[in-house]
């Protein structure tokens, strides 16, 4: 079990994602994404719409995968990537890009709850992952938070502002003044 920590910042650009690629990403382990496809979302899409109509494209290398989030017209997409060795020590499972469809961009964090469920294991995670949010908020200057149990980040601040319509929200956050 995990629980995903997702900040939503105004950032989308290169020294935003740099900075979090560098202190929580193994680029290396990252750098050749192989046969993977990014699903993206179409640009005409209405939220409505159902993922039946999302777009693939090649995710080819990490590189590639930052030039297409960096890149106009801007499109909503998200990518999962291998963290740094020593994260798994301090419980973090994976690192998670969000590109939105409102020009921001998610920076995400999973965290191990244990596989037992054992109530030691979930209240570390569970403060593991509010500590990382506060950190998002100030590091990168995110606006808004969630902790999800295990789920995708939304592509959009206004999913972030009512998560609870739509998503297994296990915390939600403001951090505007």
Not at 127 to 138: D, R, S
């Amino acid at each position: 079990m995990a629980l995903d920590v997702y900040g939503l910042t105004k950032q989308r650009d290169a020294t935003t994602l740099n900075r979090f690629l560098d202190e929580d990403v193994d680029r290396a382990a990252n750098a050749d994404r192989g046969s993977e496809e990014l699903e993206f979302e179409p640009l005409d899409a209405r939220p409505e719409e159902t993922q039946a109509r999302w777009e693939w494209v090649p995710a080819l290398t990490l590189d590639h995968i930052l030039e297409l989030g960096l890149s106009y017209p801007r499109r909503a997409f998200i990518v999962y990537l291998k963290c740094l060795p020593a994260h798994h020590e301090a419980r973090i499972e994976r690192a998670i890009l969000g590109f939105t469809r409102d020009d921001q961009l998610v920076l995400g964090l999973s965290v191990s709850t244990g596989e037992n469920m054992r109530e030691d294991e979930w209240d570390a995670g569970e403060t593991q992952a509010h500590k990382l949010l506060a950190h998002f908020a100030e590091a990168y200057q995110c606006h808004l938070g969630l902790i999800l149990l295990e789920t995708a980040p939304p592509l959009g601040e206004a999913q972030f502002r009512q998560p609870a319509e739509t998503l297994p929200i296990f915390f939600h956050a403001t951090f505007e003044a």
